[in-house]
């Protein structure tokens, strides 16, 4: 019996050049548009791609202000959809109850699906009608010797007060902070404010704070077991200011070892533990507090942006095209 021999090899050919300029189009064209593999993409792309934008707020908060600002945060985003994590920060002693909310909802609202940070630097306020958007901020950063809370200014009328009282408490219960002294900050204590910090651990916070009425209504047994003595923090028509230690001990600020002077974006992401390129950090009105160099995978980017594309494989045709009209010289092909 004859067994005829299966050929699995390439088949012969009398030009085997013939197919060579064909052959470097679909390399050269699956190269170019296998931009998701390249070589260096995949390396830290969390790290390259995470963008942070820092927001200036400072001055009086007046219609003008909130419009602006919101408008360079969304022109922001649009610019950079990686930025995931947005920072306000804030140095500002009032201005309008209604662009103060207005900016307020923006952040808490818009913003819902970044990681928003009230950040008050070393020796600044965010003070009177400042407070609200500083409130809305999912986290709340506080250098040395800077202050949140109520300010000396003119609080406004009853409803412009009620108003962002309500604020900063939806505010408040969305960010497990305490709604009574989010309210303090804007409307003064009806009477004695107490706070009284828990014996044992709880996830909901060490302290709670009460009125007089009820501390008064609680049973003193209970109330024994369950807190240390209880401490006055405010009287009756006062309004609430915190400085950095006392927000921290409110558990209202995460991070406070931050540095002062140029070198405070650089201790703030430290405390919050953002290990980001200096270049993928923005500062509105400034851009990135470091210029990317070039590098190898800034080379890579360029060589995968859509324009310069299209140029390579337009100069790919041309060659191709030389070639076949060369037959032999590889030059163009190649």
């Known amino acids: 019996m004859n067994f005829r021999q299966l050929h699995t090899g390439p088949i012969p050919s009398t030009r085997p050049g013939k197919w060579r300029p064909l052959a470097l189009v679909a390399a050269a064209l699956l190269a170019l548009f296998s931009g998701g593999e390249l070589q260096g993409q995949n390396d830290a792309a969390a790290a390259i791609d995470d963008k942070l934008l820092i927001v200036p707020v400072d001055g009086l908060i007046d219609s003008k202000k909130s419009s602006s600002t919101i408008a360079k945060v969304k022109s922001w985003l649009e610019r950079e959809p990686t930025i995931n994590w947005v920072i306000f920060e804030i ?62 200014a003119e609080p406004g009328s009853a409803e412009e007060r009620e108003k962002a009282r309500l604020a900063v408490e939806l505010y408040s219960e969305r960010r497990k902070r305490s709604q009574l002294l989010a309210g303090l900050t804007v409307m003064p204590a009806r009477e004695t404010v107490y706070s009284l910090r828990r014996r044992a651990a709880n996830p909901a916070g060490r302290y709670v704070f ?25 009287g009756r028509d006062e309004l609430l200011t915190l400085d950095q230690a006392t927000a921290f ?17 650089r201790s703030l992401l430290l405390e919050m533990n953002v290990a980001l390129p200096e270049e993928s950090v923005f500062v509105v009105g400034r851009g990135s507090i470091k210029k990317k160099t070039l590098s190898r995978q800034g080379m890579i980017d360029f060589l995968n942006h859509p324009l310069t594309r299209f140029f390579l494989v337009l100069g790919i045709i041309l060659g191709i095209t030389i070639e076949l009209k060369m037959l032999g010289t590889m030059v163009p092909g190649v």
Not at 101 to 107: P, V
Not at 211 to 231: F, G, I, M, P
Not at 249 to 265: A, K, L, M, T
């Open 210 to 234: 009460w009125y007089q009425a009820d501390l008064n209504n609680s049973d003193a047994v209970e109330r024994k077991s369950e807190y240390h003595t209880a401490e006055k923090i405010l």
């Open 249 to 265: 001990r409110y558990d209202w600020v995460r991070y406070r070892g931050i540095e002062s002077g140029d070198d405070r974006y």
């Open 91 to 152: 140095s500002s002693s009032g201005g309008s109850h209604e662009a103060a909310i207005e900016l307020g909802d923006y952040i808490f609202s818009e913003l819902r699906n970044k990681t928003t940070v009230a950040f008050i630097p070393a020796g600044a306020e965010a003070t009177g009608v400042a407070v609200i958007p500083a409130l809305a901020c999912r986290e709340i950063a506080m250098g040395p010797k800077s202050r949140l809370g109520a300010g000396a």
